[in-house]
């Protein structure tokens, strides 16, 4: 059985200061690790992604994650945030059973 | 267009009936998930399909069901034996070992 569990519910940071969410996972076979994002009454939004290959991956917009497997951990940073990057992020995990399973999500408020 | 559509957008249920939330991909993803969402307890799983005619219970199946007849779509019902259905129901698809696509959810209310 595989599960999330990401360390911080609310995470309020000033605008173009650097932010981390962090994320722990428990998985008995191989990972395949995502981030996504979602706004206020939408679905969600696949920010990035950890398949295989370099353990650290970026996003378009600024975000990156390191998949450190000693830690089981993949946690998201970004160096400078903007008052957009308001948003609840979700650490997943899935494995080859095609089972997602999703953390309780971080809030994220950016203010000026 | 590709893509995920759930429908009703938001949907009104009156306590005792069965309602059925429809999900829809033409990405050609094996690969269906039902989630749930309550504020401050992120996504839970229901159910998920991996392929046509077979799904799996997720963590809280209890007072849901679900079908997959056709690849494509995978509706889920909520039953009246779901004492709080009230919530924001996400649907996705995907192909296992790589990213899932969602919908845009239907908001549930029992009134």
């Known amino acids: 059985a595989q599960s999330v569990t990401q360390l911080d519910s609310q995470v309020p940071v000033f605008e173009e200061a650097p932010v981390e969410l962090r994320c722990n996972y428990s998985?008995?076979?191989?990972?395949?690790l995502f981030w996504y994002v979602q706004y206020p009454n939408q679905g969600l939004q696949l920010l990035l992604k950890y398949l295989s290959g370099s353990t650290l991956v970026e996003s378009i917009n600024g975000f990156e994650a390191e998949f450190n497997k000693s830690q089981t951990s993949f946690h998201l940073r970004k160096p400078s945030v903007h008052i957009s990057d308001t948003a609840e992020y979700f650490c997943?995990?899935?494995?080859?059973?095609?089972?997602?399973?999703f953390g309780a999500g971080t809030t994220v408020t950016v203010r000026a | 267009d590709g893509g995920i559509t759930q429908s009703p957008k938001y949907l009104f249920r009156k306590e005792g009936q069965n309602v059925t939330l429809s999900c829809e991909q033409n990405l050609n993803h094996d690969a269906m998930y039902w989630y749930r969402q309550d504020p401050g307890q992120g996504l839970r799983l229901i159910y998920y399909s991996q392929i046509v005619n077979d799904f799996q219970k997720g963590d809280i199946a209890e007072g849901y069901s679900v079908s997959r007849e056709k690849k494509e779509s995978f509706p889920l019902t909520v039953t009246s034996a779901q004492k709080n259905p009230t919530a924001f129901y996400l649907c996705a698809s995907g192909q296992g070992d790589t990213e899932a696509f969602f919908g845009q959810g239907t908001r549930l209310t029992v009134v």
């Open positions: 997943a995990v899935s494995g080859d059973d095609y089972k997602l399973s």
């Open positions: 998985s008995s076979v191989s990972v395949y």
